[in-house]
């Protein structure tokens, strides 16, 4: 499930660099980082079942926290850039 996570990262990612649309790039990116979510929730589980050392579990987080980072902004700086829909 981890791996699966992780392609899916990656993928969503790359699908959505290569779309026009600002509100396409968007959704693929928040599937990315769901899939990100998922990452960390399965980290937590090798946590519990004691797969992974102390310092495993520190770089790993380290590395989630940061791309959890790179995808909010990336997502925050094509939200300034999407038009707000007029509703009436």
């Known amino acids: 499930q981890l791996g ?3 392609i899916s990262v990656s993928s969503n990612l790359a ?3 290569s ?3 600002l509100k396409e790039k968007k959704r693929f990116y928040e599937i990315s980082g769901s899939s990100l979510v998922e990452i960390d929730n399965q980290i937590e589980i090798s946590i519990l ?3 992974l050392d102390q310092e495993q579990i ?3 987080k380290e ?3 940061s791309i ?4 909010s902004k990336i997502i925050t700086n094509i939200e ?3 038009p707000l829909a007029i509703t009436h």
């Open 68 to 71: 959890f980072r790179i995808f």
């Open 80 to 82: 300034a850039k999407t």
């Open 58 to 60: 520190d770089k790993l």
């Open 49 to 51: 079942l004691n797969y």
């Open 63 to 65: 590395y989630v926290i």
């Open 4 to 6: 699966r996570a992780a």
């Open 15 to 17: 699908e959505g660099a």
């Open 19 to 21: 779309l026009e649309s």
